[in-house]
């Protein structure tokens, strides 16, 4: 079956630290994704990585960077946290093989800037 | 470049009753449209979606979804509706053109009466 893990469910962080989301996918896909939720906006793409050290902005990505070291792992960091950065953190994969374009989401990680 | 609308933000429906979600798009070549659903708590997951071919499209859960080109609309639909389909549902577009990335509309959330 088909599994995007994302290392925690709930966070919360204090203005100004570092803070690493990390994103795990077992299905060797090559591209991976991080979207920010909030009401009323949906989902706005932050970067995506087609391929293992390669990574491209989205549509939102200032306060973020992202690091893509091994296939399986895509992870997001705000360098230095905001509280309009509270949001809904969304990591998604999918196949260059496979069905194009469709994209397996994990659980998501909500994060709380104080 | 490619976007999507979801007019209606809430729907409330009672059980048994018919439901459908409106999806309007924007882009200039043939798009690959696809229905998530969020339920509360959880990541998304794909309902259905429709590359090319017959425009009226299966997915899972008994919802369906028209294609019209005409219109730019994939509407999505379910004849009867369980209190299990209370979730936020979202409508996306994918094109080859923009490799591949989704752009996906703000959501409609959906309440179910008993």
């Known amino acids: 079956d088909v599994k995007v893990t994302q290392s925690s469910r709930y966070l919360v962080k204090r203005t100004g630290e570092k803070v690493f989301l990390e994103c795990v996918q077992d299905m060797d896909h090559e591209n991976m994704f991080w979207y920010r939720q909030d009401p009323g906006l949906g989902l706005r793409l932050i970067y995506f990585?087609?391929?293992?050290?390669?990574?491209e902005k989205g549509d939102i990505p200032e306060g973020y960077s992202v690091s893509r070291e091994k296939k399986e792992r895509f992870s997001l960091i705000l360098e230095s946290a905001s509280t309009n950065q509270t949001s809904m953190y969304l990591c998604?994969?999918?196949?260059?093989?496979?069905?194009?374009?469709?994209?397996?989401f994990g659980p998501g990680t909500r994060l709380t800037v104080t | 470049a490619q976007s999507v609308t979801q007019p209606d933000i809430h729907i409330t429906v009672s059980e048994g009753a018919s439901l459908e979600l409106r999806c309007n798009y924007s882009?200039?070549?043939?798009?690959?449209l696809f229905w998530y659903v969020q339920s509360p708590g959880q990541g998304l997951q794909l309902l259905l979606k429709?590359?090319?071919?017959?425009?009226l499209v299966q997915g899972i859960k008994g919802f369906e979804a028209e294609f019209k080109r005409s219109q730019s609309s994939f509407n999505l639909r379910k004849p009867s509706v369980h209190w299990s389909d209370a979730a936020e549902y979202f409508c996306a577009v994918g094109a080859r053109a923009a490799g591949n990335k989704l752009t996906f509309g703000g959501g409609t959330r959906v309440l179910v009466k008993p």
């Open positions: 882009y200039g070549a043939t798009p690959y």
């Open positions: 990585s087609y391929d293992v050290k390669m990574k």
């Open positions: 429709y590359f090319s071919g017959d425009t």
């Open positions: 998604a994969s999918s196949s260059l093989s496979g069905s194009l374009y469709e994209q397996y």
